[in-house]
């Protein structure tokens, strides 16, 4: 059971470069999310997935896109990465049939760009 | 405008000890204030978390205390252990329908440095 996968890991990529993070949950949650870490700004939301075949706009959606491909993975493409998007990025879900049951996060994806 | 604000900013403690870190929120819809622990390397996971309906909420050697007519609330570790050293984040999502709902909304972060 290996809860909230992201890949990859690491990356490096030069200003105006795409990519997108991969997000995968094996817990059948409903509920996904895109956070970014920042040393003091704390986590701030992306996008998010309340369902399948739903997403909204979080905190500081500027310059992201999300896909939600299936009831596991949440996806966050970055089009033309810019030096300010350099963060430690943070996929969580959570199940929505009880009332605030707790955020499983990944090990993160820590992206540069230069 | 960061509607929970987190201090101190990074703490250091001897073993033994007791940590308090300390959050204040500004949006009275909020009614779920949970802390989260983050080790290096990994994501956050939840550590206790708090309904405005009680005072205090204890598990172990950590502790809540929340004073809503302040929107207040901090997180108490007692007899702090070199493990305990983590980041720690408080966060607060708001009651259905406020358009905050499961959607968590976190401090800046204290970073806490338990010496042996």
């Known amino acids: 059971n290996a809860g909230v996968t992201q890949t990859p890991k690491f990356q490096v990529l030069k200003t105006g470069q795409s990519m997108t993070l991969q997000c995968a949950q094996d817990?059948?949650?409903?509920?996904m999310y895109w956070y970014r870490q920042d040393p003091g700004m704390g986590l701030r939301l992306i996008y998010y997935?309340?369902?399948?075949?739903?997403?909204d706009k979080g905190e500081v959606p500027n310059g992201y896109n999300v896909s939600r491909l299936n009831k596991r993975e949440f996806s966050l493409r970055l089009e033309s990465a810019a030096p300010s998007q350099t963060s430690v990025y943070f996929c969580?879900?959570?199940?929505?049939?009880?009332?605030?049951?707790?955020?499983?996060f990944g090990n993160g994806t820590r992206l540069t760009v230069t | 405008q960061q509607q929970v604000k987190q201090s101190p900013q990074s703490l250091i403690v001897q073993k033994g000890g007791i940590s308090i870190i300390n959050c204040a929120y500004e949006n009275t819809a909020f009614d779920y204030f949970p802390w989260y622990q983050q080790f290096p390397g990994k994501g956050p996971a939840l550590l206790i978390a708090?309904?405005?309906?009680?005072s205090e909420k204890k598990e172990g050697r950590f502790t809540i205390s929340f004073n809503k007519s302040a929107k207040q609330f901090s997180l108490h570790i007692m007899d702090s252990q070199p493990g305990d050293s983590a980041t720690y984040f408080c966060a607060a999502s708001g009651a259905p329908g406020s358009g905050n709902t499961g959607k968590l909304i976190f401090g800046q972060g204290t970073t806490l440095q338990v010496k042996p």
């Open positions: 708090i309904r405005p309906d009680v």
């Open positions: 997935s309340a369902s399948e075949g739903t997403t």
């Open positions: 969580a879900s959570r199940e929505t049939g009880r009332t605030n049951s707790p955020l499983h």
């Open positions: 817990m059948n949650h409903n509920s």
